[in-house]
T-cell receptor, first 112, second 114 residues
Framework: DGGITQSPKYLFRKEGQNVTLSCEQN?????MYWYRQDPGQGLRLIYY???????QKGDIAEGYSVSREKKESFPLTVTSAQKNPTAFYLC???????????FGPGTRLTVL | AQSVTQLDSQVPVFEEAPVELRCNYS??????LFWYVQYPNQGLQLLLK??????LVKGINGFEAEFNKSQTSFHLRKPSVHISDTAEYFC????????????FGKGTRLHILP
Protein backbone atom coordinates (compact mmCIF):
# COMPACT_ATOMS: atom_id res chain seq x y z
CA ASP A 1 0.00 0.00 0.00
CA GLY A 2 1.22 3.49 -0.83
CA GLY A 3 1.35 6.02 1.93
CA ILE A 4 3.34 8.04 4.42
CA THR A 5 4.93 6.62 7.53
CA GLN A 6 6.14 8.54 10.53
CA SER A 7 8.15 7.10 13.33
CA PRO A 8 8.04 6.85 16.21
CA LYS A 9 4.41 7.52 17.17
CA TYR A 10 5.41 8.75 20.64
CA LEU A 11 8.76 10.26 21.55
CA PHE A 12 10.07 11.48 24.88
CA ARG A 13 13.21 13.54 25.22
CA LYS A 14 14.98 15.50 27.90
CA GLU A 15 15.22 19.25 27.59
CA GLY A 16 18.33 20.34 25.69
CA GLN A 17 18.57 17.24 23.50
CA ASN A 18 18.18 17.27 19.74
CA VAL A 19 15.71 14.76 18.33
CA THR A 20 15.00 13.61 14.77
CA LEU A 21 11.54 12.65 13.53
CA SER A 22 11.30 10.34 10.56
CA CYS A 23 8.99 10.76 7.55
CA GLU A 24 8.99 8.38 4.57
CA GLN A 25 6.63 8.23 1.58
CA ASN A 26 6.29 5.76 -1.28
CA UNK A 27 3.78 7.80 -3.27
CA UNK A 28 6.41 9.22 -5.62
CA UNK A 29 5.40 12.75 -4.59
CA UNK A 30 7.82 15.59 -5.21
CA UNK A 31 6.66 17.92 -2.42
CA MET A 32 6.89 17.12 1.29
CA TYR A 33 5.92 19.15 4.35
CA TRP A 34 6.30 19.30 8.12
CA TYR A 35 3.59 20.81 10.33
CA ARG A 36 3.34 21.39 14.01
CA GLN A 37 -0.06 21.08 15.70
CA ASP A 38 -0.94 22.55 19.09
CA PRO A 39 -4.45 22.60 20.61
CA GLY A 40 -6.57 25.38 19.11
CA GLN A 41 -3.77 26.51 16.76
CA GLY A 42 -4.50 24.44 13.69
CA LEU A 43 -1.54 23.36 11.55
CA ARG A 44 1.53 25.56 11.35
CA LEU A 45 4.05 24.98 8.60
CA ILE A 46 7.62 24.35 9.73
CA TYR A 47 9.47 23.46 6.52
CA TYR A 48 8.59 22.22 3.06
CA UNK A 49 10.47 20.79 0.13
CA UNK A 50 9.38 20.83 -3.50
CA UNK A 51 12.29 18.80 -4.84
CA UNK A 52 15.25 16.74 -3.66
CA UNK A 53 18.13 18.75 -2.18
CA UNK A 54 15.99 21.86 -1.81
CA UNK A 55 13.71 23.08 1.00
CA GLN A 56 12.15 26.30 2.26
CA LYS A 57 11.30 27.67 5.67
CA GLY A 58 7.69 27.81 6.67
CA ASP A 59 6.07 30.07 9.22
CA ILE A 60 7.74 28.65 12.34
CA ALA A 61 11.14 27.30 11.22
CA GLU A 62 13.20 28.63 14.14
CA GLY A 63 14.66 25.80 16.21
CA TYR A 64 14.07 23.17 13.51
CA SER A 65 16.14 21.77 10.66
CA VAL A 66 15.43 19.40 7.76
CA SER A 67 17.17 17.57 4.94
CA ARG A 68 15.90 16.15 1.64
CA GLU A 69 18.59 13.83 0.30
CA LYS A 70 16.11 11.36 -1.17
CA LYS A 71 12.70 11.86 -2.74
CA GLU A 72 11.13 9.42 -0.29
CA SER A 73 12.50 10.88 2.92
CA PHE A 74 12.17 14.22 4.72
CA PRO A 75 13.43 13.97 8.33
CA LEU A 76 12.85 16.80 10.81
CA THR A 77 15.30 17.61 13.60
CA VAL A 78 13.99 19.45 16.62
CA THR A 79 17.00 21.21 18.09
CA SER A 80 17.65 22.44 21.60
CA ALA A 81 17.06 25.97 20.30
CA GLN A 82 13.33 25.27 19.93
CA LYS A 83 11.83 26.95 22.99
CA ASN A 84 8.68 24.83 23.34
CA PRO A 85 9.04 21.61 21.35
CA THR A 86 6.29 19.55 22.97
CA ALA A 87 3.64 19.13 20.25
CA PHE A 88 2.10 16.82 17.68
CA TYR A 89 4.13 16.78 14.44
CA LEU A 90 2.59 15.89 11.09
CA CYS A 91 4.36 15.09 7.85
CA UNK A 92 2.59 15.37 4.49
CA UNK A 93 3.34 14.96 0.81
CA UNK A 94 1.74 16.23 -2.37
CA UNK A 95 1.94 15.35 -6.03
CA UNK A 96 1.57 18.95 -7.23
CA UNK A 97 -0.26 22.20 -6.64
CA UNK A 98 -3.51 20.91 -8.14
CA UNK A 99 -3.63 17.97 -5.74
CA UNK A 100 -4.38 17.40 -2.11
CA UNK A 101 -1.83 16.63 0.58
CA UNK A 102 -1.53 13.15 2.04
CA PHE A 103 -0.70 13.00 5.74
CA GLY A 104 1.20 10.60 7.91
CA PRO A 105 -0.16 9.40 11.28
CA GLY A 106 1.89 11.93 13.27
CA THR A 107 4.51 11.85 16.01
CA ARG A 108 3.73 13.17 19.47
CA LEU A 109 6.88 14.65 20.98
CA THR A 110 7.07 15.31 24.70
CA VAL A 111 10.06 17.10 26.14
CA LEU A 112 10.52 16.50 29.83
CA ALA B 1 -2.26 37.75 1.89
CA GLN B 2 -4.02 34.45 1.59
CA SER B 3 -5.89 33.28 4.70
CA VAL B 4 -8.57 30.84 5.85
CA THR B 5 -11.09 31.52 8.60
CA GLN B 6 -13.13 28.83 10.28
CA LEU B 7 -15.71 30.80 12.17
CA ASP B 8 -16.55 28.21 14.83
CA SER B 9 -13.94 26.53 16.98
CA GLN B 10 -16.52 24.03 18.30
CA VAL B 11 -19.91 22.90 17.01
CA PRO B 12 -22.22 20.71 19.12
CA VAL B 13 -25.00 18.91 17.25
CA PHE B 14 -27.42 16.13 18.10
CA GLU B 15 -27.06 12.77 16.40
CA GLU B 16 -29.06 12.52 13.16
CA ALA B 17 -29.36 16.32 12.94
CA PRO B 18 -27.86 18.31 10.03
CA VAL B 19 -24.64 20.25 10.44
CA GLU B 20 -22.80 23.05 8.63
CA LEU B 21 -19.17 23.92 9.32
CA ARG B 22 -18.25 27.33 7.99
CA CYS B 23 -15.11 28.31 6.09
CA ASN B 24 -14.20 31.63 4.50
CA TYR B 25 -11.01 32.38 2.60
CA SER B 26 -9.27 35.41 1.20
CA UNK B 27 -7.36 35.29 -2.04
CA UNK B 28 -7.12 37.50 -5.08
CA UNK B 29 -6.73 34.71 -7.62
CA UNK B 30 -8.28 31.37 -8.46
CA UNK B 31 -8.17 28.98 -5.55
CA UNK B 32 -8.24 25.29 -4.83
CA LEU B 33 -10.15 24.36 -1.67
CA PHE B 34 -10.03 21.34 0.60
CA TRP B 35 -11.74 19.93 3.68
CA TYR B 36 -9.87 17.46 5.87
CA VAL B 37 -10.97 15.44 8.92
CA GLN B 38 -8.76 14.49 11.84
CA TYR B 39 -9.69 11.83 14.40
CA PRO B 40 -7.91 11.96 17.79
CA ASN B 41 -4.17 11.30 17.63
CA GLN B 42 -4.23 10.63 13.90
CA GLY B 43 -3.18 12.40 10.75
CA LEU B 44 -5.52 14.32 8.47
CA GLN B 45 -7.68 12.59 5.88
CA LEU B 46 -9.15 14.31 2.82
CA LEU B 47 -12.95 14.65 2.87
CA LEU B 48 -13.38 16.52 -0.41
CA LYS B 49 -11.80 19.08 -2.70
CA UNK B 50 -12.77 21.79 -5.15
CA UNK B 51 -10.48 22.45 -8.09
CA UNK B 52 -12.87 23.70 -10.77
CA UNK B 53 -16.25 22.94 -12.35
CA UNK B 54 -19.40 22.28 -10.35
CA UNK B 55 -19.56 24.38 -7.22
CA LEU B 56 -21.22 21.57 -5.23
CA VAL B 57 -18.66 18.99 -4.27
CA LYS B 58 -19.47 15.62 -2.76
CA GLY B 59 -17.01 13.82 -0.53
CA ILE B 60 -16.64 10.76 1.63
CA ASN B 61 -18.80 9.83 4.61
CA GLY B 62 -21.83 11.71 3.24
CA PHE B 63 -20.25 15.18 3.42
CA GLU B 64 -20.60 17.85 0.76
CA ALA B 65 -19.41 21.43 0.35
CA GLU B 66 -20.40 24.36 -1.80
CA PHE B 67 -17.94 26.80 -3.31
CA ASN B 68 -19.30 30.34 -3.37
CA LYS B 69 -16.92 32.70 -5.14
CA SER B 70 -18.87 35.88 -4.40
CA GLN B 71 -19.02 35.06 -0.70
CA THR B 72 -15.49 33.58 -0.71
CA SER B 73 -16.85 30.64 1.24
CA PHE B 74 -16.57 26.86 1.15
CA HIS B 75 -18.93 25.59 3.85
CA LEU B 76 -19.10 21.89 4.71
CA ARG B 77 -22.46 20.20 5.26
CA LYS B 78 -23.92 16.84 6.21
CA PRO B 79 -27.67 16.22 6.32
CA SER B 80 -27.57 13.73 9.20
CA VAL B 81 -24.58 13.24 11.50
CA HIS B 82 -23.53 10.09 13.28
CA ILE B 83 -21.56 9.63 16.48
CA SER B 84 -18.62 8.47 14.33
CA ASP B 85 -18.40 11.98 12.82
CA THR B 86 -16.95 13.27 16.09
CA ALA B 87 -13.63 14.74 14.97
CA GLU B 88 -11.85 17.96 14.08
CA TYR B 89 -12.40 19.40 10.62
CA PHE B 90 -9.96 21.62 8.76
CA CYS B 91 -10.57 23.85 5.77
CA UNK B 92 -7.56 24.56 3.54
CA UNK B 93 -6.76 26.65 0.46
CA UNK B 94 -4.04 26.94 -2.12
CA UNK B 95 -3.95 29.21 -5.13
CA UNK B 96 -2.55 29.03 -8.62
CA UNK B 97 0.02 31.76 -8.05
CA UNK B 98 1.69 30.31 -4.99
CA UNK B 99 4.21 27.59 -4.68
CA UNK B 100 3.18 24.28 -3.21
CA UNK B 101 2.03 25.70 0.13
CA UNK B 102 -1.47 25.03 1.46
CA UNK B 103 -2.93 27.34 4.11
CA PHE B 104 -5.06 25.72 6.83
CA GLY B 105 -7.77 27.14 9.04
CA LYS B 106 -7.57 26.61 12.78
CA GLY B 107 -10.09 23.80 12.74
CA THR B 108 -13.63 23.16 13.99
CA ARG B 109 -14.25 20.48 16.56
CA LEU B 110 -17.54 18.67 15.91
CA HIS B 111 -19.24 17.24 19.02
CA ILE B 112 -22.07 14.79 18.39
CA LEU B 113 -24.59 14.70 21.24
CA PRO B 114 -26.59 11.51 21.85
Amino acid sequence: DGGITQSPKYLFRKEGQNVTLSCEQNLNHDAMYWYRQDPGQGLRLIYYSQIVNDFQKGDIAEGYSVSREKKESFPLTVTSAQKNPTAFYLCASRLGRYNEQFFGPGTRLTVL
Amino acid sequence: AQSVTQLDSQVPVFEEAPVELRCNYSSSVSVYLFWYVQYPNQGLQLLLKYLSGSTLVKGINGFEAEFNKSQTSFHLRKPSVHISDTAEYFCAVSDENRDDKIIFGKGTRLHILP
